[in-house]
């Protein structure tokens, strides 16, 4: 247990539990740390098969701690290198998501090779509502995963996608009864430990595709979220979440 990210190794699968229920599983850099560090820890050891990510509570994460992200740069280099962490991993990744998936909370599902929802999950990327561009390679990732439509809807408006419409739209691998969840991933975590270890890990690259295209486009993302953070948008944009108004923009 470390910094409100609790990790289980049991049979091939570490399990990184997001562990800061009374705060919806918001992330802060300290917690951004130890994933990275369990990423590291994994990817090096040969009794390591798969991970599963899962969060406690009624929510599986509500992205940023918007407070610790605010506070200075620790909190941005935290989170951007947790990104190019999981999406650098080398081996299978499951998620187990419930209630709200926000942010970071859903881009980091895209790096997720099985993702399975309770029916009350909801995934919302509210980035451009916060003045900022979204991260994790979401912008090439979600039109791609969804079609530019839907993507556009969800990054664009800021619109919720519920855990049905993500089935069908292809977010999520399969919808499970919130009560048998976490079990479900557990079962399919530990069929990607059987399976053959350098088929699966060759079939992944595969699927993945050229690294190189998105990881330029994680740094692209990067440079343009550190220019927009510090824009007048994104600043009367926090303001007013943190004043419980609506936030008024200037155009031009």
Not at 118 to 134: Q, S, T
Not at 232 to 238: D, K, N, R, T, W
């Amino acid at each position: 247990m470390s910094e409100p990210i609790a990790i289980i190794v049991e049979r091939g699968v570490m399990e990184i539990h997001i562990d800061r229920p009374d705060k919806k599983n918001a992330l802060t850099a300290p917690m951004y740390r130890a994933m990275t560090a369990a990423l590291a820890d994994a990817s090096a050891r040969a009794d390591i098969g798969a991970i599963l990510f899962a969060g406690r509570g009624d929510a599986f994460c509500a992205g940023n701690d918007l407070k610790d992200f605010m506070a200075g740069p620790e909190g941005g280099a935290a989170a951007f290198a947790f990104i190019r962490a999981i999406a650098a991993f080398d081996k299978p990744v499951v998620a187990a998501v419930q209630g709200l998936a926000v942010g970071v909370g859903t881009t980091m599902l895209f790096h997720c090779d099985l993702i399975y929802a309770a029916p009350d999950a909801r995934f919302i990327m509210p980035f451009v509502n916060l003045g900022i561009v979204p991260e994790a390679g979401s912008s090439l990732l979600a039109p791609a995963t969804l079609g530019h439509a839907k993507a556009a809807a969800m990054l664009l408006l800021g619109e919720p996608m519920d855990a049905a419409t993500a089935d069908q739209a292809g977010l999520v691998t399969a919808i499970a009864p919130a009560d048998m969840l976490l079990a479900h991933a557990r079962a399919k975590a530990a069929a990607l430990v059987a399976r053959p270890p350098q088929a699966l890990a060759l079939t992944r690259r595969l699927m993945k595709g050229d690294p190189s295209v998105l990881a330029a486009r994680i740094e692209e993302e990067a440079e343009l979220f550190r220019q927009t953070l510090a824009s007048p948008e994104a600043q009367e944009a926090f303001t007013a979440f943190f004043e419980k108004r609506a936030p008024v923009f200037t155009r031009g």
